[in-house]
């Protein structure tokens, strides 16, 4: 029974560390989110650039995050002038993020593969093992939610001085911090646009969670065994 508490609990931890993968990755190359992002913060007019190109270059951003374009070398259109979009501090700063998605997408996949693992060979081997995982699920999960509420409430106190917090962990430089009147990633994705899509993150986390919770509830209700 131990052993198969400690596999349940391995299998929580993995599907937990996959939604919260899928939470970030989700709305980060969500492309409607941003579009509705720069018509909310009337971002074309504020950079004096048309909505297509801003597209355009926010779609080969994506594409070179999730590895798919190799550099950052985009041209567009700002103030009626033809230039290289990125200078060299942002494509610098955004090699360590796409640095940081990289081992995201490969946390996110080791999880899943756990995840898919140690249900298939300990979940379903025998009569009633599902019991136990459907019962770590609800416990992890719970645990975990009162944790993240009781940090998102801390980080909705002063979002800048955590954001700030936040680079600092996972930078080990100070190329991320940009100044608007000379870089244009920042006017790009402002402070509001990162405590949006901070409200989309925390959203698709409450619905993920919410689905795990619902279905093992429901298992525990009418599919146990015993």
């Known amino acids: 029974?131990?052993?198969k508490w400690l596999v349940a609990s391995l299998s929580t931890l993995c599907l937990f560390v996959l939604i919260c993968c899928?939470?970030?990755q989700i709305p980060t190359f969500n492309l409607d989110f941003y579009k509705k992002e720069y018509v909310k913060l009337n971002t074309a007019e504020n950079m004096k650039m048309d909505e297509g190109g801003l597209l355009q270059v926010t779609n080969e951003l994506l594409s070179y995050m999730k590895g798919t374009r190799k550099d950052l070398i985009v041209q567009a259109t700002v103030a009626g002038q033809g230039r290289e979009f990125f200078n060299q501090r942002e494509v610098s700063h955004m090699a360590d993020v796409k640095n940081l998605f990289a081992y995201g997408f490969l946390?996110?996949?080791?999880?899943a593969i756990i995840f898919v693992l140690t249900v298939a060979f300990f979940g379903l081997r025998a009569e009633g093992n599902?019991?136990?995982f459907a019962r770590a699920y609800i416990l992890g999960f719970l645990g975990?939610?009162?944790?993240?509420?009781?940090?998102?409430?801390?980080?909705?106190?002063?979002?800048?001085?955590?954001?700030?917090i936040f680079h600092e962990i996972f930078f080990t430089n100070e190329l991320w911090v940009l100044d608007p009147n000379v870089d244009l990633l920042i006017n790009l994705v402002p402070?509001?646009?990162f405590m949006d899509i901070a409200k989309y993150i925390a959203v698709t986390f409450a619905q993920l969670t919410a689905g795990v919770l619902f279905l093992s509830y429901i298992y525990l209700k009418f599919f146990r065994a015993g």
Do not use: E, H, P, W
Request: proline fraction near 0%; hydrophobic fraction near 60%.
């Open 1 to 3: 029974m131990a052993i």
């Open 130 to 132: 599902l019991t136990i």
């Open 144 to 164: 975990a939610i009162a944790c993240l509420l009781i940090l998102g409430f801390i980080i909705s106190t002063d979002f800048n001085k955590y954001f700030t």
């Open 22 to 24: 899928l939470s970030i």
């Open 107 to 111: 946390v996110r996949n080791l999880s």
């Open 191 to 193: 402070l509001q646009f």
